[in-house]
């Protein structure tokens, strides 16, 4: 028994040190299920990956096809992954399935809520149907909400991944906080008064709500491919450098990453191409976890973009704004270099098309020894806490780059400028 033990461990150590969203973790699951003769037969005929026998439990490894077909036969199983992980105790969802984590139509709820509450600053739109046929929301935040103003505009969006939930609270609470404080806060009355702010939660409804229900590992949509096999991965759908390479995204219907059958073939990355086309951002913010992490293109390529030292100066403030809160590091570089290569995402495709600083923010925690794709209940507030300098400083940045663009003649405008621009200028890169 203590020798199959020590193997688990093993294998359970290997998991960890991969890094966050790799293919062998995401494939890959734990289940127990009761010790039971037949059920153990049935298994067995599955040429299933038998881990351990622990306290009448039977250990089993499985990755996402098997698990359907185990969900398929009715066999009762628990989800043991996070469990067996070393520090994941302190773990816990509290109340009901999805605790204080927004369901679909939680968010709903709240957002229609938002826009009752505060109709002058507060407005939700329906701007398209998710495969399932969920509305995607977007809130917008400003002064006159209901007037399309000659103001700056930024975007913050959530939940492309379905199982990263707290993607969603993030950007959900700026919307909240921005029009709870605005009265007595003159700083956030200068930002909203001077801004459009843009705020998609939930990119992902149709995953979230399989990830709540069904599968709390779930990253795609749900899209059925045809072969048996669910989901493409909108953050690999997008239209700058789609389907580059087969390292980046995969062109298998059943991996974790796939990218789907042509550069926005899915309902909810056309949605966001549409917000986008139809508005003019000047910086954008797209939240996942885990990594604790800045990144900004390319992410198709380790080569740099032109605008690196700008991207540069911009992810490291944003750092130091975030660490300022709590103290947690959040490092940062661009995504090809210092995280993996990935090609369809949204940043590369905001970047490619607009020329606008697009960033992705992973969320913690920083691994999954800290809890990998799962938070408490209790970290929602501080996780939004540390991140809300970072936000506000991006649509101030937002503000002021808009300003600067207004006040140059036609002819000299730049596709966008830094704040500070000379302070980037003759650096190498030094990192
Ligand atoms: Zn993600």
């Known amino acids: 028994m203590i020798m199959k033990k020590t193997v688990a461990l093993m294998i359970l150590v290997s998991f960890i040190s991969i890094a966050g969203e790799s293919q062998d973790y995401w494939t890959t699951e734990i289940i127990s299920i009761e010790k039971d003769y037949k059920i153990e037969k049935k298994l067995r005929e599955m040429n299933l990956d038998f881990l351990m026998e622990w306290n009448d439990r039977v250990y089993i490894i499985v990755n996402h096809d098997e698990l359907q077909t185990i969900e398929k036969e009715n066999i009762l199983f628990t989800l043991e992954t996070q469990n067996l992980y070393p520090q994941s105790q302190k773990i816990t969802i509290q109340s009901g399935v999805n605790g204080e984590y927004h369901s679909y139509s939680e968010l709903e709820q709240e957002l229609l809520t938002l826009q009752d509450s505060y109709p002058n600053l507060a407005r939700v739109f329906d701007i398209g149907d998710s495969l399932e046929q969920r509305n995607i929301y977007a809130l917008k935040i400003s002064d006159n909400v209901n007037q399309d103003e000659n103001e700056a505009e930024v975007a913050f969006l959530g939940c492309h991944h379905a199982r990263e939930w707290i993607s969603v609270e993030v950007p959900f609470l700026l919307g909240k906080y921005l029009v709870e404080n605005y009265n007595s806060n003159s700083k956030i009355k200068e930002l909203v008064d001077s801004s459009e702010i843009w705020i998609v939660p939930l990119v992902n409804p149709d995953g979230l709500e399989y990830s709540i ?54 309902p909810e990355t056309q949605v966001i191409r549409d917000l986008f086309s139809l508005r003019s951002f000047q910086a954008m913010i797209t939240y996942h976890n885990y990594s604790q992490i800045i990144i900004y293109p ?48 949204t940043t590369d495709w905001t970047f490619g098309t607009y020329g606008i600083p697009s960033f992705t923010i992973e969320l913690p925690p920083i691994d999954i020894p800290h809890g990998g794709f799962f938070n408490s209940e209790g970290d929602i507030q501080p996780i939004f806490n540390e991140n809300l300098p970072a936000m506000l400083y991006l649509i101030e940045w937002s503000i002021d780059d808009f300003e600067a663009q207004s006040n140059l003649p036609e002819k000299r405008k730049p596709k966008f400028k830094s704040k500070d621009q000379s302070a980037g200028e003759g650096r190498g890169n030094n990192r």
């Open 298 to 345: 390319w992410g198709y390529t380790r080569l740099l973009t032109e605008k690196d030292d700008l991207f540069f100066e911009m992810s490291a403030d944003m750092s130091e704004l975030i660490q300022s809160v709590n103290g947690n590091f959040y490092d940062y570089g661009p995504a090809g270099v210092d995280l993996y290569l990935t090609n369809g995402d």
């Open 213 to 266: 229900h069904f599968y709390r590992y779930w990253r795609k949509n749900r899209r059925d491919n045809g072969d048996g096999s669910y989901g493409v991965d909108l953050n690999r759908n997008y239209g700058y450098m789609w389907g580059y390479d087969n390292k980046g995204s995969s062109p298998n219907p059943s991996d974790v990453t796939y990218r789907g059958k042509s550069a926005f073939s899915e």
